[in-house]
């Protein structure tokens, strides 16, 4: 049988403002469970698209990117979002200590920086979203692994 290739989309974002937009996008298509690995370098963007996930949900208060908690929850939105950043994980078995198993109900969207500092202990993505720096602006490239990470992609645009 072959090997289908996942939907993928490519983007050029022009400044912070469209990073943004495409995390509002995102947030409007991704259904409750919905796991989202965000990679990219320092400055990449990954904080900025998920504060403008988290802002299109209805947060008004600040969206700090969690570099030293590791872990914040939004459980006042629907669906409930919970943001990690693992930059300064040290071993992906603290994941167990800050209780992220408590957030894997099914409802919450993770929303997942630095993914690959906690393999082994992250539920595997439905959407990878890969940023990186371009002259000018950025560049995202959204890779779907399930069906629901393909329904988030669906009439996607940074606009």
């Known amino acids: 049988m072959p090997v289908t290739e996942p939907p993928v989309t490519q983007l050029a974002l022009g400044d912070e403002a469209a990073t943004a937009r495409l995390g509002a996008g995102l947030a409007r298509r991704c259904p409750p469970g919905t796991v989202i690995h965000l990679s990219g370098e320092l ?3 990954k904080s900025t ?10 947060h008004t208060g600040a969206v700090r990117s969690p570099t030293f908690t590791l872990l914040e929850p939004y459980e006042n939105l629907r669906p409930p979002v919970v943001h990690l950043d693992l930059y300064r994980l040290a071993d992906p078995e603290e994941l167990e ?3 992220l198993r408590d957030y894997l109900s099914g409802e919450a969207v993770l929303l997942v920086e630095w993914p ?6 992250l539920p595997p993505p439905d959407l990878d979203v890969a940023l990186a720096v371009s002259d000018p602006g950025r ?4 890779a779907a692994r399930t069906a629901r990470g393909a329904r988030c992609l ?4 940074p606009r």
């Not at 690959?116 to 202990?121: A, E, L, P, S, T």
């Open 97 to 99: 200590f800050l209780g």
């Open 49 to 58: 698209l998920a504060r403008g996930f988290i802002r299109a949900l209805g």
């Open 116 to 121: 690959q500092r906690g393999r082994g202990h």
């Open 43 to 45: 400055g990449a963007g």
């Open 139 to 142: 560049r995202a490239r959204l």
């Open 154 to 157: 669906q009439g996607l645009s």
